[in-house]
Nanobody, 121 residues
Framework: QVQLVESGGGLVQPGGSLTLSCTAS????????IGWFRQTPGQGREEISC????????YYINSVAGRFTISRDNAKNTVYPQMNSLKPDDTAVYYC??????????????WGQGTQVTVSS
């Protein structure tokens, strides 16, 4: 069964950091493009970043520039979204998604279940 499993979410204080994990099960991530998304209550899902199989990444949200990064370790079949200097506005459910096409902006064929991140003092 092809699936993505996310972990690492939780409660963090403003200014803190979290590293999420997105691990592939049932397939090898090496040649897949990975997308990183977030969704807040009442809001649509927004794409934070796209990372290609080469490791080249693109970021889409100005408010996370310089604070959020994404990397991948193909040997571990895992992608690592990293969030620093977290703000209450970053509170959301965070998702990863995978697709075999290497063009950012195209839809994704496989989605993770999401992990809740809450930024609060």
């Amino acid at each position: 069964q092809v699936q993505l499993v996310e972990s690492g979410g939780g409660l963090v204080q403003p200014g803190g950091s979290l590293t999420l994990s997105c691990t592939a099960s049932g397939f090898t991530l090496d040649y897949w493009r990975i997308g990183w998304f977030r969704q807040t209550p009442g809001q649509g899902r927004e794409e934070i970043s796209c990372i290609r199989s080469s490791g080249e990444s693109t970021y889409y949200i100005n408010s996370v520039a310089g604070r959020f990064t994404i990397s991948r370790d193909n040997a571990k079949n895992t992608v690592y979204p990293q969030m620093n200097s977290l703000k209450p506005d970053d509170t959301a459910v965070y998702y990863c998604a995978a697709d075999r096409r290497q063009v950012c902006g195209l839809p994704y064929e496989t989605w993770g279940q999401g992990t809740q991140v809450t930024v609060s003092s």
